[in-house]
């Protein structure tokens, strides 16, 4: 595990998995969002997106939490010797998003970019789940475990496997 990618629906835990991997491991954390998007919450130019994507990928060691544009998402996922991607249930996502909105009136949430709306970024995030079987499907399932000949791929589906995954396949 050295350029470890880890990818799923908004509120899947992205960014709680990624950060705890990050200090039992010591490999640094790029969280994506904190990287497309400006402090007022506006996307960046897209060719400083890929240069600074590009610079991250050619480095030793790394752990890129989110999704990002298509193509920078393919060019990771080939970049990457980790693949684990968060497959949990729908219901759970939207739960997830629901609970990082309401805590997030006080408290900012996990790999949240800084001075971006919690109350904007969670509404975007519900529109971005209704979309979600377009791309989060079997298809997508099927291209991950052809992966798995060259890449290791974990897929957690449930809660209990995300909590545990730290413990069961790092330490």
Not at 30 to 37: A, E, F, G, K, P
Not at 40 to 53: L, P
Not at 114 to 143: H, M
Request: charged share 20%; proline share 4%; hydrophobic share 40%.
């Amino acid at each position: 595990m050295k350029k470890i990618a880890v990818f799923g629906k908004p509120g899947s835990g992205k960014s709680r998995l990624s950060k705890s991997l990050a200090l039992v491991t010591g490999i640094p954390l790029y969280q994506l969002d904190s990287i497309l998007y400006q402090k007022n919450g506006d996307m960046i130019a897209r060719e400083v997106f890929d240069q600074t994507h590009e610079e991250i990928l050619s480095a030793k060691t790394w752990i890129i939490d989110g999704f990002g544009p298509m193509g920078a998402f393919n060019q990771r996922l080939d970049a990457a010797d980790t693949l684990v991607y968060i497959d949990l249930p729908y219901f759970l996502s939207y739960w997830f998003v629901t609970k990082r909105m309401i805590k997030g009136v006080v408290v900012k949430p996990e790999g949240w970019p800084e001075g971006s709306s919690v109350i904007k970024g969670s509404i975007q995030s519900y529109k971005t789940l209704r979309l979600c079987p377009k791309f989060w499907n079997n298809d997508l399932l099927e291209a991950l475990k052809a992966r798995s000949s060259h890449q290791t791929v974990y897929v957690i589906k449930t809660v209990s496997e995300l909590n545990t995954f730290i413990e069961e396949n790092v330490t």
